[in-house]
Structures are given as structure tokens and as C-alpha cells.
């Protein structure tokens, strides 16, 4: 928590001039009555900056995306809202993405899949965020837009173990200078210098 409350993604962009930056995760309202005692990282790192949290009411006016899209953990917990197409879900991310410079967008139901060792989930899951992957790059200019999706660790890949793995991670770029900004990525370590580095440039150019 001390490195990310230093080094968070969020202020060094911050540091760096940068703004209009966003955590496009929309959260429950529980989060705002209780903190709770843990909290992932990305939470930290959007507190680190000082940053707005979205909520239910962000979610319901298409401001934000759950962090299962379609909706449907939410409505197991009887919150009453519509659920979510991938397309429908990569429209609203397209839209939050048109409007930041950056945005951070985090999905780990495929965590929650691979801690559970269910196959049968897995195939769907992948294959429903395949699909959100697809709309949400129909839907951005890419001439303008960088794309960069990656993992801190497996799991899904390997459902024989309910552990984190320690297999190689791809990272996959699309859009503009991707072949620039794959050839920098050797290991998580490089992600965030990358964007820092990616978002300078187009300021100053």
C-alpha cells in the first residue's frame, strides 16, 4: 500500500500533468457506508489520486461499467438494475474512453472463475469477454486510441489449481503506436512507464 500510495499509475500521470483521467469501475453502495478492511489495488491507487469513486447511480446512467458488465452479480444481490449485453457494456466504455485521456478499466470475474475451478463458467466467461473486447475496439478510432489489455498473474488458464500461476502473462496492444509500445513491454513492471511515457509524448507533440 506504501508503494501504490507513491506510485500509483494515477499520480505519476497526475505529477506528470496529466488529467482527465478515470477508473471507469462502477462500485456498490456498501463500499461507501463501510470501507472495507481490504481493498484491491486498484482501489488504493485511485484513492492514492485523490480520485472520484463511481457509484450505482454512475452505473445506472451508463457513466461507468460493473466490474462483471453484464450486470448479473449485481442483480444475484438483488440491486435493481437492467443487465448488460458485451456490445451494450463496450458502447458505454467506448463513450467514457472518448471523453478521458485515460481510462482504466478492471474485470476479475476470470480471477473468481479460476480460484472456483469451473470450466463450464470459464468458457463462458471468455468467451463473453472476447466479445466485450471485440465491440469495444469496433467502437474506438484507433488512429487516435492505444488499447492495453493485460493481467497481474494467470489463473483462468490453468483450472487443475485454484492458486495464482506463475505462467507468462500476455499483454496485447491495439491502436496507435502499438508496435512502439508492445516492443518496450517485457514484464509487468514496464506497463505503467509505458502510459506515463505514451501520454507525455502526445501532450508535448
Known amino acids: 500500500r506504501e508503494i501504490i500510495r507513491e506510485h500509483s499509475i494515477f499520480l505519476q500521470l497526475k505529477k506528470a500533468g496529466i488529467n482527465q483521467l ?3 469501475n462502477a462500485y456498490r453502495d456498501s463500499f461507501f457506508v463501510e470501507r472495507p478492511r481490504w481493498v484491491s489495488a486498484t482501489t ?4 492514492a489520486a485523490g480520485m472520484f469513486f463511481h457509484d450505482l447511480n ?4 451508463n457513466r461507468a461499467v460493473y466490474q462483471d458488465f453484464s450486470n448479473q452479480f449485481l442483480i ?3 440491486v435493481e438494475i437492467e443487465p448488460r ?3 451494450a457494456a463496450a458502447s458505454i466504455l467506448a463513450s467514457i474512453v472518448s471523453s478521458h485521456r485515460f481510462t482504466l478499466y478492471e474485470y476479475f470475474i476470470t480471477d473468481k472463475v479460476g480460484h472456483a475451478q469451473d470450466f463450464n463458467a470459464a468458457k ?4 463473453n ?8 475496439l469496433g467502437r474506438l478510432d484507433l488512429s487516435q486510441t492505444t488499447v492495453i489489455l493485460t493481467s497481474d498473474h494467470g489463473n483462468i488458464e490453468d483450472l487443475s489449481t485454484r492458486n495464482h500461476t506463475l505462467n507468462d502473462v500476455p499483454t ?3 491502436g496507435r503506436n502499438r508496435d512502439l509500445i508492445a516492443s518496450r513491454i517485457k514484464n509487468l513492471a514496464d506497463i505503467t512507464p509505458v502510459i506515463v511515457d505514451t501520454l507525455l509524448a502526445r501532450t508535448t507533440a
Open 76 to 78: 444475484s444481490k438483488g
Open 124 to 127: 463462458t466467461v471468455l468467451a
Open 129 to 136: 469477454l472476447a466479445e466485450l473486447i471485440r465491440e469495444l
Open 85 to 87: 449485453s458485451p456490445p
Open 172 to 174: 496485447i496492444v491495439w
Open 22 to 24: 478515470t477508473f471507469a
Open 58 to 61: 454512475d452505473l445506472k446512467a
Open 44 to 47: 488504493a491507487a485511485v484513492e
